[in-house]
């Protein structure tokens, strides 16, 4: 007779898609967690002779999938959800965004438009989320409390504002922020200058100093407009990542956000340099952006993971729908519908933004020996019906609305559609209080 290896918790379901292997699914299959940990993979019929268990969760006609990672946001412009809609890109920052954040951005607020970005982000099938914004530790703080993951770049620029008096200080503060959560298993750090039109040389061989002494990863948003480019070139006598290749930037600890005005040039810097870019699509579509030309930069061997930026510019932190809307745009950029696939736009939710973050041997696909970061996925319903292919049916019905529970580190952070760490009913109030503030003073 075998011995039955004793875990904590087993979760059946009737699909299991581990991302690794690509393009696998797994009929009728249990998920063994133990310490927080993926224990193993086994058909349904096997488990019982496998495992002795403390707790089990069934779940039929659901599907399981790995955690999803948003790879960048700014999480507290939550609470500027809807706040400046439908203007260009520039109209909507120095006109309507920095003015409020000017007025309003506090730790007050970053700890409360953070807590409500969380509990839609975990509602939504998210485990974790890259955050570049000001007052980082109240992030970090926040997610160690909620136990959801979380990768904080805080943000760099020459300007002062909220959170500091200007580089120098947001660099000493950025230190601060790494000591504190140095060892965390929740909370890595990075470092975040906002984009080439904010942040001049001198700075950024700061920032890269800093990356390098500290082992940190480096995000940033470029080229996300054609403008953008344009200015460089008037300004510098170059395009933007031209102008970070020649600081030494273009490396596998570079993250480069938008990315939607390339030439040959810039592809030719980025194969092989091992940069990550992080696609944002809602977010380049309501604004009028510009389109990244993702089929090309994976055919050229870049790693592109999926990111929803922030509420004031998406509206949503669902990156289910991001995952949707980045296959069907790539198809149309391409010309061909092969184009990312149902599951390629999977993986760059899950594994490729682990992979951008450093964290692929921790999370990002169902493999024994990784965090149990799980999402189960119900698609009884009848926008599901006939399922011919689970995949394809969580990708192209944007199917987050079904996101029934979510485990982070083996821990139920959702059952039954319900946060259990966080109170909905104080997020709203809390998210209804800011409206008024904010738009008594708008």
């Not at 875990?7 to 393009?23: F, G, M, Q, Y």
């Not at 299959?29 to 969760?57: D, Q, S």
């Not at 970070?244 to 592809?267: C, E, I, K, P, S």
């Not at 696909?365 to 698609?379: W, Y």
Request: aromatic letters at 6%; one cysteine or more.
């Amino acid at each position: 007779m075998t011995t039955k290896t004793t875990i904590d918790h087993l979760i059946t379901a009737s699909w299991v898609v581990p991302v690794i292997p690509e393009k696998t699914i797994y009929s009728d299959y249990a998920i063994a967690v133990h310490n927080g940990r993926i224990a193993g993979l086994t058909p349904i019929a096997e488990a019982e002779e496998l495992y002795t268990y403390h707790h089990r969760t069934n779940l039929p006609n659901q599907a399981i999938i790995p955690g999803l990672i948003n790879a960048h946001g700014h999480a507290s412009m939550s609470l500027l959800r809807g706040f400046a809609d439908d203007h260009p890109l520039q109209t909507w920052l120095q006109d309507y965004i920095w003015p409020v954040e000017g007025k309003w951005v506090s730790e007050e607020f970053v700890h409360d438009g953070t807590e409500l970005a969380m509990g839609e982000m975990l509602l939504s099938g998210t485990t974790c989320f890259h955050d570049m914004y000001f007052f980082p530790e109240k992030v970090g703080r926040l997610a160690e409390r909620v136990g959801t993951r979380s990768f904080i770049t805080p943000n760099i620029f020459d300007l002062p504002c909220a959170w500091g008096s200007g580089p120098d200080d947001y660099l000493q503060k950025t230190q601060q922020t790494i000591d504190e959560f140095k060892g965390s298993e929740l909370v890595k750090i990075g470092i975040g200058p906002h984009a080439p039109y904010t942040v001049s040389d001198p700075v950024l061989e700061k920032v890269i100093a800093k990356a390098a002494d500290n082992d940190l990863i480096i995000q940033m948003h470029v080229h996300e407009t054609q403008g953008e480019v344009v200015d460089a070139i008037r300004d510098h006598g170059q395009r933007p990542l031209k102008r970070l290749a020649n600081l030494g930037m273009l490396n596998d600890r570079f993250q480069l956000v938008h990315m939607t005005a390339l030439n040959a040039d810039d592809f030719q810097l980025l194969e092989g340099s091992g940069s990550h870019v992080v696609h944002c699509p809602e977010s380049n579509l309501k604004l009028a952006s510009g389109f990244c030309p993702v089929q090309k930069l994976m055919d050229a061997g870049v790693n592109v993971a999926l990111g929803t930026d922030g509420a004031a510019s998406n509206n949503d932190l669902n990156l289910l729908s991001e995952a949707q809307t980045a296959a069907l745009l790539a198809k149309a950029v391409a010309g061909d519908a092969t184009a990312v696939s149902a599951h390629k736009a999977l993986a760059m939710a899950t594994i490729n933004g682990a992979k951008a973050m450093g964290l692929e041997q921790e999370t990002g696909s169902l493999e024994p020996g990784k965090s149990a970061d799980l999402v189960a996925i119900d698609l009884s319903g009848l926008p599901f019906q006939p399922l011919y292919e689970p995949v394809s049916q969580i990708i192209y019905t944007g199917g987050s609305h079904q996101v029934s529970h979510v485990w982070i580190r083996g821990k139920c952070q959702v059952k039954n559609r319900q946060l259990q760490t966080l109170d909905t009913e104080k997020l709203m109030n809390t998210a209804r209080r800011w409206k008024g503030k904010i738009s008594l003073s708008a």
